[in-house]
């Protein structure tokens, strides 16, 4: 079955009962669709990984579609609209181990050393990089490019918080 047989399948099969969003919704204005969330929600529930993390309890508040790449937003996932949903649901993924791991500060706090915060940091993106490219794998997607270099945000991150 194909990528968009498989989205189409999965999405009228009501396969998404252990991802439905709350009733609230975090998404900046324009940015919610909730059939769309519907699939991409579907699509990570295929997975091992997406099972695993449906089964931690925590999950982001809401599914958003933005432009560009995207990220968390008090715990709702921003993701690109452009993206595939395959793609989209690799990046979900991602994104969900941050929230089931306490999703990573975006600076050090008072008294935390700068290395200390970016090994934490770190650390936290390898876990949602290596969710990400094994939903990618599974799904058949096409591997994330042109990702901006963490290390150099975390950097600046690290010098603003010590002014």
């Known amino acids: 079955m194909g990528p968009l047989a498989r989205v189409v399948a999965v999405a009228l099969a009501g396969a998404v009962s252990s991802f439905a ?14 059939a769309r969330a519907a ?25 958003c579609f933005v432009a560009g790449e995207g990220g968390l937003a008090d715990r709702a996932a921003l993701l690109d609209r ?7 649901a690799a990046r979900l993924g ?6 089931r791991d306490g999703a990573p500060r975006l600076a050090p706090t ?12 770190a650390a936290a993106e390898a876990r949602g ?3 990400e ?7 058949g997607a096409e591997p994330p490019t042109g990702r901006p270099s963490r290390d150099a945000a ?10």
């Open 21 to 34: 969003p709350p009733s609230a919704d975090p998404c900046p204005p324009g940015t919610a669709d909730a």
């Open 94 to 99: 991602h994104l969900w181990q941050h929230v």
């Open 154 to 163: 975390y950097a600046s991150r690290c010098l603003e918080s010590e002014r």
């Open 110 to 121: 008072s008294g935390e050393g700068c290395a200390a915060w970016h090994a934490a940091a």
């Open 82 to 88: 452009t993206a595939s949903p395959a793609a989209q």
């Open 39 to 63: 699939i991409v929600r579907a699509l990570l529930a295929e997975t091992p990984d997406g099972a695993r993390l449906a089964e931690t309890g925590t999950a982001p508040s809401a599914v």
């Open 129 to 131: 990089d290596a969710v």
């Open 133 to 139: 490219s094994r939903v990618v794998r599974a799904l």
